[in-house]
């Protein structure tokens, strides 16, 4: 098994930024690639980014193209995803997942492990 742990979340202020924090444990050599998803109230859960085992390769949602960066630190077991210019749009809560194969990492039913979620409000 694997657990997954989100931080970062918080309130902030459009245009500013956060930074959120995955760390994983358990048998981590399970997760293969790793993706943050989001959910914000009344809508659908929605793909974020995906992002490769070694962190060469990531793949972003349209919406955050520009804006969000992905990146991993295996030594520490943990992921983060960077958000710069935040919209209120942005507002919801923050998945992160692993397990994903490295085909359609986009969907979630792809993966097999998730966090709790971290809240992440932007206020206009």
């Known amino acids: 098994q694997v657990q997954l742990v989100e931080s970062g979340g918080g309130l902030v202020q459009a245009g500013g930024s956060l930074r959120l924090s995955c760390a994983a444990s358990g048998r981590t050599s399970s997760t293969y690639a790793m993706g943050w998803f989001r959910q914000a109230p009344g809508k659908e859960r929605e793909f974020v980014v995906a992002i490769s085992m070694s962190g060469t390769k990531s793949y972003y949602a349209d919406s955050v193209k520009g804006r969000f960066t992905a990146s991993r630190d295996n030594a520490k077991n943990t992921v983060y995803l960077q958000m710069s210019s935040l919209k209120p749009e942005d507002t919801a809560v923050y998945y992160c997942?692993?397990?994903?194969?490295?085909?359609?990492?986009?969907?979630?039913?792809?993966?097999?492990?998730w966090g709790q979620g971290t809240q992440v409000t932007v206020s206009s």
């Open positions: 997942a692993a397990g994903c194969s490295g085909v359609g990492c986009h969907d979630e039913d792809n993966y097999d492990y």
